[in-house]
């Protein structure tokens, strides 16, 4: 194919996306890729942009990892595809093994994979309703879980996620997210979900309790200690299996491997994992208890591409990056860096109502004269958009669509990180009322 410059511009490209994809497909820039490395993009037009979104949280270990694409080139010379179900492969095999070993809990524990985080948590709730022979679901307002009919369900917020796209599923309810800041206390959370089982299901119809140690697209809120504590014990009384979705926090974001290992002696039955594992690849994971995981009877779970013997190479080198490399170590360093940069321009900005994180998964949320009650929807946008024209990669989150949330790499250097909160911080000085 000829390469007329001129037909590959952004502008050219997004004409011909826009003809050629339905409206559904959202884009957070206007903007195509040509390159990237580590925690830096070079658009089609050789511009460079500093990635503060990291593919919405996949790219943990960075763009391009070495020893993730070692990985995958030298799995590419052995075989592309089997399929699992029908040839096995040892790479699947030994992640799922260092998977059960890295998820909390001193009991035995299996591990299956998938391809997205939507079939991951799909799966999970498939599980949960084999072993306790029950139907119905709780999740939480804020919630995403994903796109697909059940994670739809499962999410907690109508536009754009569910709107038009009705029926749901059924038996499928929503408590309250704890979020002091927007008047929502632990307490109130609890009682959310002791009032579904007054108003709307019985305990013993419910299979699962499934949520975010912190919600993602919701915001970025941290699950306090005392609620997945009040939760573990809801599900233990009524015989209700515990589905911590990690899709977005785990694989090191929030500074331990698994953010729910942050929760003390609460440990959840089941947890689903996919974005970062796969270093870029496409990969998702279901961990959890054996005598859970092992409820749904031969053939009832899988999938074509579940556990594509390239995502298990990349995945395995994922994981030998985080011990090689200390990643761990510098989920936290980059949290507290970044932390201190957004409290510095925090300082100068009372827009900015809060900064809030784990590890480094880390957000501000912005007000209308710092008032709570006044979500800043338009001046986010205003400065995600404004920073991608400054070079920087920002995504925005939350259910008042007020938040700046970043998910930078891990592996990103201190002087990629600086380089980018300047970039923000001069945005701040420039588009928001002091
Ligand atoms: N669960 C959580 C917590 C997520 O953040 C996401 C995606 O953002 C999903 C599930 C869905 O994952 P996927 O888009 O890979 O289907």
């Known amino acids: 194919m000829h390469r007329d410059p001129h037909l590959h511009t952004n502008a050219a490209l997004m004409a011909r996306r826009r003809a050629a994809l339905p409206a559904g497909m959202g884009q957070a820039h206007e903007i195509f890729v040509q390159r990237a490395e580590n925690a830096e993009v070079w658009d089609v037009e050789g511009r460079r942009y500093i990635d503060f979104a990291g ?22 010379e052995r075989f592309t595809h089997t399929c699992f179900q029908v040839l096995a492969y040892e790479p699947y095999v030994e992640l799922c093994e260092r998977l059960n070993a890295l998820a909390p809990g001193e009991f035995a524990k299996k591990s299956f994979l998938l391809t997205s985080g939507a079939e991951a948590v799909e799966n999970a709730v498939k599980i949960a309703r084999a072993y306790t022979r029950r139907s119905a679901v709780i999740a939480f307002g804020g919630a995403f879980h994903g796109r697909t009919l059940l994670g739809m369900a499962l999410t907690g917020k109508v536009v754009p996620y569910k709107q038009g796209f009705g029926p749901m599923p059924a038996e499928i309810f929503h408590g309250k997210f704890p979020c002091p800041l927007h008047g929502v206390s632990v307490e109130d959370a609890v009682a959310s979900v002791e009032a579904l089982f007054k108003y709307d299901v019985e305990p013993s119809r419910v299979a699962a309790i499934i949520l975010e140690p912190v919600q993602g697209e919701g915001g970025f809120y941290v699950a306090p200690p005392a609620f997945v504590r009040a939760l573990r014990d809801i599900c233990d009384r009524h015989g209700i299996v515990l589905i911590a979705d990690e899709v977005q926090t785990g694989a090191g974001r929030t500074g331990t491997f698994l953010a729910c290992e942050q929760w003390g002696d609460v440990v959840p039955d089941l947890i689903t994992m996919a974005k970062s594992l796969g270093g870029g690849m496409p990969l998702s994971a279901v961990i959890g208890r054996a005598e859970i995981m092992d409820a749904p009877g031969p053939g009832g779970l899988g999938g074509t591409y579940a556990g594509n013997p390239l995502a298990c190479a990349a995945a395995l080198a994922v994981l030998d990056a985080f011990e090689r490399e200390q990643l761990l170590e510098r989920s936290r360093a980059v949290g507290e860096r970044l932390v201190a940069g957004l409290r510095a321009i925090a300082a100068r900005h009372p827009t900015i109502g809060e900064v809030r994180g784990l590890g480094a998964m880390v957000a501000v949320e912005l007000f209308e004269g710092g008032d709570v009650q006044r979500p800043a929807a338009a001046l986010t946008q205003q400065i995600v958009k404004a920073a991608a024209q400054a070079g920087l990669i920002l995504l925005s989150c939350g259910t008042h669509a007020n938040v700046i949330r970043i998910l930078v790499p891990l592996t990103a250097s201190d002087a990629v990180l600086d380089e980018g909160l300047t970039i923000l911080g001069g945005l701040f000085d420039r588009l928001a009322q002091a």
């Open 55 to 76: 593919g919405i949280a996949v790219l943990n270990t960075g763009h391009r990892h070495p020893a993730v694409v070692a990985a995958v080139q030298a799995q590419l």
